[in-house]
């Protein structure tokens, strides 16, 4: 159980290096789509494509730092998954009866 902590948290993670963008990108689409307020000094539908523009890339980024990022060390990750060691054969016989040592 002590590994899926460990895959929870590196999760979480990923989704830090995305999240942001993703939001961001949203609240410019509904600047962009669904607000219909206008100002003399700024323009909302301009600012909300903007927000798009700008999480968009943010995404992007934080796609790629998740599939490029090494660690610092500059050592691969360990794996997560050690797989068990091979069975002993069944019905074998031990070297020792199969070679056995020359009598004296």
Same mark, same amino acid.
């Given at each position: 159980?002590?590994?899926?902590?460990?895959?929870?948290?590196?999760?979480?993670?990923?989704?830090?290096?995305?999240?942001? %963008?993703? $939001?961001?990108?949203?609240? &410019?689409? @509904?600047?962009? =789509?669904? #607000?219909?307020?206008? /100002?003399?000094?700024?323009?909302?539908?301009?600012?909300?494509?903007?927000?798009?523009?700008? %999480?968009? $890339?943010?995404?992007?980024? &934080?796609? @790629?730092?998740? =599939?490029? #990022?090494?660690?610092? /060390?500059?050592?691969?990750?360990?794996?997560?998954?050690?797989?068990?060691?091979?069975?002993?054969?069944?019905?074998?016989?031990?070297?020792?009866?199969?070679?056995?040592?020359?009598?004296?």
């Amino acid at each position: 159980m002590a590994g899926a902590g460990g895959i929870l948290a590196n999760e979480l993670k990923h989704a830090m290096k995305t999240a942001p %963008g993703l $939001v961001v990108a949203a609240l &410019g689409a @509904i600047m962009r =789509f669904a #607000v219909d307020a206008s /100002s003399d000094t700024f323009d909302v539908k301009m600012i909300g494509l903007i927000l798009i523009i700008v %999480g968009s $890339v943010a995404f992007i980024v &934080g796609l @790629i730092k998740d =599939f490029t #990022v090494r660690p610092a /060390s500059g050592q691969p990750p360990q794996p997560t998954f050690t797989p068990p060691p091979p069975p002993a054969p069944t019905g074998a016989r031990p070297a020792a009866e199969v070679n056995p040592p020359p009598a004296k």
